[in-house]
């Protein structure tokens, strides 16, 4: 029944509202349900890891152009898996190098508009040459650096023909400490091509622990470039956050980039601060804040990485290297990505191997003589084992004579920093490794050297900088040192007998050669970094390639160390055998032993029996903090008089400081308020290419 007469508008009133009440829940219903996957905006394209459906060709003759092997044709292809070697065995005839093809068909996904792809190829050995569909796209002569190469002319929709040539031949130059492997010895991946993109990205710690002291505030530093891949101008927006790994605590921030012309790169450096207690990343307690990292146009992410990155403060204060505001002194074992039946290919498993052994040993750091395989960085920053990398410039001096060699040396160099510098572990950047032990009276080395040094702190401020020496007595002090925080001693007292007016014969002679260097370069901290002694036969310990002599060169070596308060820890050469080069002779000198092609200085065999050293040097490690206080006073070489005369200057400065102060005390207050002017733009370098100002410093 329908009311009427006064009750007819109130009625009707309650009918609206409830009308109104329902389509409000309809509403608010509709904000909370999410709608269909085609409402929120897709994520940017992934990545596609090329491992499966590679094929190989080998070319001993190099006759592949002849044979049609750039557009895929010929008989003769075998199926492999990426990463690959020419052939794992270290035999003397396969040591000079060939040449050897891949192949494999791509049929990349649809992409959105303006959108592309491209190959990274994470190491291949040596030189490399890439065709698609035929046709000559890149070439990359560096066998230790990633590189990038867009595929122009790509089919959308269809099977397209990737073809790469390899060629691992070698002359006596440049001179390398392993094997001469040939192949695509890490993985290839497929990747998208946005508009813009970032490339080389970084979240570079930057924590405050005083001098030393314990740690406070912190904040990552962002350090990418970004590259316009579109034909019209951008100015792209980068979106930095991380992730803290217990508190759950979010740094995040989005910084306007510059504007960019078609085919234009800048760097981007900008800061990320961390809130609350820093979750610092150190041995025992490696933790990992999860970073994304996406460049934004109109609002909208183009593409999107995904990266782990670690808070430490790593930095040398009077001639100590210190982690997260405490002396530390490192034991360690240094490691060649060379596993018996795959070379330098390391599967999944080997990497968990190496990892595996090196806390076996208890070992707190490792080391190679070049920049390791990202996945393997990846599992040292779980495992909490730290790293000293080293760019490939080894016993190079020859060719640094050559100004287009240094170029090359130093592209080496950043790429082995680029690659090193988003992991926790990496505590150190080397810039060379066994060069002249005479660098001021060798200008070329010493112009690489400095420009090394130079490049690596503006690639990664947040480490010290490090060169290994070939550390011979006899050499006067080199002023060139004075550019590296950290020298790395390589050592072989006792095992190799060094040369005339440069004895390294006696063993009983490195520690007084370590109290010299540390004379010398007070304010540079030293570890040694490399030592060891070939062992592959049993017998008495005074007989060198026996492993009672590996045991007891280690431990002497071990007890020289520790008893130098100074010295900053030592890394063993090396945790496993590797194949070095034919007819191998690692210095013993035995004629009644065949030489073979295996380095067997390694605590584990080549394959992977563990030798009697292997015990000996955990038993070592294990028993040796890694943090520790001072042990004694530290040598001064200054001697007693001038520790006197230091003191009373000491006294005097502090006495004119405090006056200094009481003076200033009104200007100081008077200038509070006054903001200081922004610091002036800075121009930075990535390889050999300038690049412009740097954006939100």
């Known amino acids: 029944m329908t009311p009427r007469g006064p009750l007819a508008v109130p009625c009707a009133m309650m009918s609206f509202l409830r009308q109104a009440l329902l389509v409000c829940c309809l509403l608010a219903w509709a904000a909370v349900v999410p709608g269909p996957a085609s409402?929120?905006?897709?994520?940017?394209?992934?990545?596609?890891?090329?491992?499966?459906?590679?094929?190989?060709?080998?070319?001993?003759a190099d006759r592949g152009g002849a044979l049609g092997l750039p557009a895929g044709g010929g008989d003769g292809w075998s199926a492999v898996t990426v990463p690959h070697v020419f052939d794992p065995r270290p035999l003397p005839q396969l040591f000079s190098g060939t040449v050897g093809w891949y192949r494999t068909s791509v049929r990349p996904p649809p992409t959105p508009s303006g959108y592309g792809w491209a190959l990274r190829f994470e190491q291949v050995r040596r030189s490399a040459q890439v065709w698609l569909n035929g046709r000559l796209l890149a070439a990359h002569n560096d066998p230790y650096t990633p590189f990038d190469v867009p595929l122009a002319g790509l089919r959308a929709g269809a099977a397209n023909e990737v073809?790469?040539?390899?060629?691992?031949?070698?002359?006596?130059e440049p001179r390398e400490g392993w094997w001469n492997w040939g192949g695509i010895t890490r993985p290839v991946q497929l990747l998208p091509q946005p508009p813009v993109t970032v490339t080389d990205p970084a979240l570079l710690s930057r924590v405050d622990c005083g001098a030393p002291g314990p740690c406070r505030s912190a904040a990552f530093v962002f350090d990418a470039w970004v590259q316009n891949h579109s034909p019209t101008v951008q100015q792209p927006e980068v979106r930095v956050s991380a992730h803290a790994p217990e508190s759950g605590d979010v740094a995040a921030v989005t910084r306007r980039g510059p504007r960019l012309a078609p085919g234009a790169q800048e760097r981007v450096r900008f800061a990320v601060p961390v809130p609350g207690a820093p979750q610092l990343w150190e041995p025992g307690h490696p933790r990992?804040?999860?970073?994304?990292?996406?460049?934004?146009?109109?609002?909208?992410?183009?593409?999107?990485?995904?990266?782990?990155a670690g808070l430490h403060a790593v930095a040398v204060h009077d001639g100590r290297l210190y982690l997260n505001g405490r002396a530390i002194d490192v034991r360690g074992a240094s490691i060649e990505e060379d596993v018996l039946g795959h070379g330098p290919a390391l599967t999944d498993s080997d990497?968990?191997?190496?990892?595996?052994?090196?806390?076996?040993?208890?070992?707190?750091?490792?080391?190679?003589?070049?920049?390791?395989?990202?996945?393997?960085?990846?599992?040292?920053?779980?495992?909490?084992?730290?790293?000293?990398?080293?760019?490939?410039?080894?016993?190079?001096?020859?060719?640094?004579?050559?100004?287009?060699?240094?170029?090359?040396?130093?592209?080496?160099?950043?790429?082995?920093?680029?690659?090193?510098?988003?992991?926790?572990?990496?505590?150190?950047d080397s810039v060379a490794n066994e060069l002249s032990p005479d660098p001021d009276h060798v200008p070329s080395t010493r112009a690489y050297m400095e420009a090394g040094a130079r490049e690596a702190r503006d690639l990664d401020p947040s480490v010290p900088v490090a060169l290994d020496l070939?550390?011979?007595?006899?050499?006067?002090?080199?002023?060139?040192?004075?550019?590296?925080?950290?020298?790395?001693?390589?050592?072989?007292?006792?095992?190799?007998?060094?040369?005339?007016?440069?004895?390294?014969?006696?063993?009983?002679?490195?520690?007084?050669?370590?109290?010299?260097?540390?004379?010398?370069?007070?304010?540079?901290?030293?570890?040694m970094t490399e030592f060891g002694a070939e062992a592959n036969v049993d017998g008495p310990a005074s007989q060198k390639q026996t492993y009672a002599f590996q045991q007891q060169y280690l431990r002497r070596t071990l007890q020289a160390v520790a008893s130098l308060p100074f010295m900053n820890g030592a890394i063993y050469w090396t945790l496993r055998e590797f194949a070095v080069k034919p007819n191998w002779d690692g210095g013993a000198h035995r004629r009644d032993i065949p030489l073979d092609s295996i380095h067997h200085k390694g605590l584990i065999a080549y394959d992977g029996t563990r030798k009697p050293a292997f015990a000996t040097a955990a038993a070592l490690f294990a028993a040796t903090p890694l943090f520790r206080p001072l042990s004694g006073p530290r040598a001064s070489p200054l001697g007693p008089i001038g520790d006197v005369l230091l003191l009373a200057l000491t006294l005097?400065?502090?006495?004119?400081?405090?006056?200094?102060?009481?003076?200033?005390?009104?200007?100081?207050?008077?200038?509070?308020?006054?903001?200081?002017?922004?610091?002036?733009?800075?121009?930075?370098?990535?390889?050999?290419?300038?690049?412009?100002?740097?954006?939100?410093?």
């Open 470 to 527: 070939l550390s011979y007595p006899g050499y006067p002090p080199e002023h060139t040192y004075a550019s590296f925080d950290l020298l790395g001693i390589n050592n072989y007292f006792g095992w190799y007998p060094g040369h005339r007016d440069h004895s390294t014969a006696r063993l009983e002679d490195l520690a007084p050669y370590l109290r010299l260097m540390h004379r010398r370069y007070p304010q540079q901290a030293m570890v």
């Open 351 to 428: 990497m968990d191997t190496i990892v595996a052994d090196l806390r076996a040993v208890h070992a707190n750091i490792t080391r190679a003589q070049y920049p390791l395989d990202p996945r393997l960085l990846d599992r040292l920053d779980r495992a909490g084992i730290m790293v000293w990398s080293q760019a490939p410039i080894y016993h190079r001096d020859e060719l640094l004579v050559y100004e287009a060699q240094r170029t090359a040396a130093l592209a080496t160099l950043g790429q082995t920093i680029l690659q090193a510098r988003p992991h926790a572990s990496v505590i150190a």
């Open 39 to 60: 409402a929120r905006p897709a994520p940017p394209p992934a990545a596609i890891t090329l491992s499966a459906g590679w094929q190989f060709h080998p070319d001993p």
């Open 288 to 308: 990992l804040y999860r970073a994304q990292v996406s460049p934004l146009l109109g609002g909208a992410e183009v593409q999107r990485q995904t990266l782990s």
């Open 163 to 172: 073809v790469v040539r390899v060629d691992n031949r070698k002359g006596a």
């Open 652 to 697: 005097a400065t502090v006495l004119a400081l405090a006056a200094l102060s009481v003076w200033s005390f009104v200007g100081i207050r008077a200038a509070a308020g006054r903001r200081p002017p922004p610091p002036p733009p800075i121009r930075v370098r990535r390889g050999d290419r300038a690049a412009p100002d740097t954006v939100g410093v």
